[in-house]
């Protein structure tokens, strides 16, 4: 895999975590330990997304 098409991976992966965090969000009966678990992963992602990209 070329390291163009893990950073696309990655940014599609934080994508997804973006809609997730917005559908727990969202939902009735929220669980907020599950809404900071998903932005946690997503700021890891965003962080070794800059680190490749750099």
Do not use: F
Not at 4 to 26: A, P
Request: hydrophobic fraction near 30%; aromatic fraction near 0%.
């Amino acid at each position: 895999m070329s390291m163009i098409s893990h950073v696309e991976e990655l940014r599609k992966k934080h994508r997804t975590l973006d809609t997730q965090i917005e559908t727990v969000e969202r939902s009735p009966g929220t669980d907020h330990l599950e809404v900071l678990s998903l932005k946690r992963k997503k700021l890891k992602l965003k962080d070794e997304i800059r680190r490749l990209a750099s």
